[in-house]
């Protein structure tokens, strides 16, 4: 484990390296409105300290000694592999081998739904024999 600190104008900062992963430890402020808003003002605001986290979402509390803890899960991204793209969907193959068809019509387009769902399942039952053929 290694440690910086730097001190500056009476705030502390702690950037410490754990099994090769950045953490920092930042003294401050933290604002919650009750709903979706969270503000953390630092004692000492220094650009570029903490990486910046985009497109993720997670688990926010605040723990029963008075602090605030936020633990980030990633969004798991699809594993699948596409055997063809169609109008409303895709057939495709997924991680543990199965063959999904996912389909989704709006009642907006105005068109028959349930005669849209058959012509496109019929099509990726023949893209689900054409990719069986070729392996």
């Known amino acids: 484990m290694k440690t910086n600190k730097t001190q500056s104008n009476n705030a502390q900062t702690n950037n410490v390296q754990i099994n090769n992963c950045p ?5 401050g402020q933290a604002y919650y409105d009750g709903s979706n808003y969270f ?3 630092p004692d000492d ?3 570029d300290i903490v990486q910046r986290m985009r497109r993720m979402h997670g688990v926010a509390q605040q723990m029963t000694d008075g602090t605030f803890d936020f633990v980030a899960q990633p969004r798991v991204r699809s594993q699948s592999q596409l055997i063809r793209k169609l109008a409303h969907g895709r057939v495709s193959l997924t991680k543990d081998k199965a063959i999904q068809l996912t389909l989704k019509v709006t009642p907006s387009e105005n068109i028959n739904i ?3 769902i ?3 399942s019929a099509e990726a039952a023949d893209a689900i024999v ?3 053929l070729k392996r």
Not at 23 to 27: A, E, R
């Open 23 to 27: 953490h920092v430890q930042l003294g």
């Open 39 to 41: 503000l953390f003002s």
């Open 45 to 47: 605001p220094t650009p």
């Open 114 to 116: 349930a005669q849209a």
């Open 118 to 120: 058959a012509i496109e």
């Open 130 to 132: 054409d990719y069986q």
